[in-house]
């Protein structure tokens, strides 16, 4: 099924005798479930773009690549740096705004700018019963059920199937400069960028590679720059020497995890409180790591088959196996009180419980 139109959409999915498996570009699927293939790559465009406003909707089949270089000749970009998964995943194809929001996908700058739900201001969706639904709106003053556009990023399509988002943007920085640590242990990396974080110098990215550095990034205008960069040297003398890198270059293979990409072996992705992050890799028996988010996620890289749960049991947090063996677990388990909240969501929202069955089930 590739639906041309959202009336299209929802008949689709209204005379659907089974399981549908959701698929936009395919570039960031991870888990796996059984069904017909429902791709959505038919319902792309831009349908308003203001860059006075600095909001755009489009179609959720919208390639990214199509709406980022639309942005880039305006000086304009997504606040959330989406990562590019198809190095790590070994995927080809064109990553759709849909799947991004999907999966809310969301980079380094997470930490100045939010993740992807905190920059959808408006969806539309067909939910499991064919029903189109309207959240939200398409400027930032008219976001009404703004907590229904938050729910649907993050949902991998269990919830409603994606055919139109809105979003606030940003300006591209006029500058940037990548502030470099060297030698330091995990713990004290986490501490590092936890004080650069927690400093008024505007940190846009924080990361910590094992072995080869960790990294701060300053964006913005050239003379904000060069200042925040001085000054935030100085706030960081106690853990050592501060080089200073002009441009951001090297935040896309951050971003896009690219130390991992030609490794063998499984990928999870952890999400934890910072301050636990060193300890709880040294339970873990990883061949590599990548911090990212000033310690608040984990990129892991462990042997194939390895039940990564199992050797960090009881730590607060979330563990998703990104790339690996395919089948369920992929994703987290849920507390008790929020599986049957996830259930009952389900329940409204898919109750032939026919939308990516069994995608996110443990």
Known sequence: MKPTSEAQLAEFICSAAGPIVVRGGGTRTIGACAGEVLETGGLSGVALYEPGALTLVAGAGTPLAQVEALLAAEGQRLPFEVPDMRGLLGREGHSTLGGVVAANASGPRRVQSGACRDSLIGVRFVDGAGTVIKNGGRVMKNVTGYDLVKLMAGSWGTLGVISE??????????????????????????????????????????????????????????????????????????????????????????????????????????????????????????????????????????????????????????????????????????????????????????????????????
């Not at 590679?209 to 001085?230: C, D, K, M, N």
């Not at 990409?261 to 028996?285: C, E, F, T, Y």
């Not at 960090?312 to 089948?327: K, L, P, S, Y």
């Open 165 to 362: 988002v809105a979003f606030k943007l940003l300006p591209v920085p006029e500058a940037g400069a990548t502030l470099i640590l060297h030698g330091l242990s995990d713990q004290q990396a986490v501490e590092a960028m936890a004080a650069a974080l927690g400093s008024p110098f505007e940190v846009s990215g924080a990361a910590h590679w094992p072995g080869q550095g960790t990294f701060l990034r300053i964006e913005g205008f050239s003379a904000s720059v060069a200042y925040r960069a001085g000054q935030l040297q100085r706030h960081l003398a106690g853990f050592g020497a501060v080089e200073v890198e002009e441009g951001t270059a090297r935040w896309a293979g951050i971003r896009d995890v690219a130390p991992f990409h030609a490794a063998k072996g499984d990928v999870w992705r952890l999400s934890v409180k910072p301050s636990d992050a060193p300890a709880i890799v040294a339970q873990m028996g990883a061949d590599a790591v990548l911090y990212d988010w000033g310690g608040g996620l984990i990129w892991a890289l462990v042997e194939a088959g390895a039940d990564l749960r199992g050797r960090i049991a009881g730590f607060e947090g979330h563990a998703t196996r990104v790339r690996g063996c395919v089948g369920p677990g992929a994703f987290p388990p849920e507390l008790p009180g929020v599986a049957v909240l996830t259930r009952g969501l389900r329940a409204k929202f898919d109750p032939r419980g026919i939308l990516n069955t069994g995608l996110m089930d443990a």
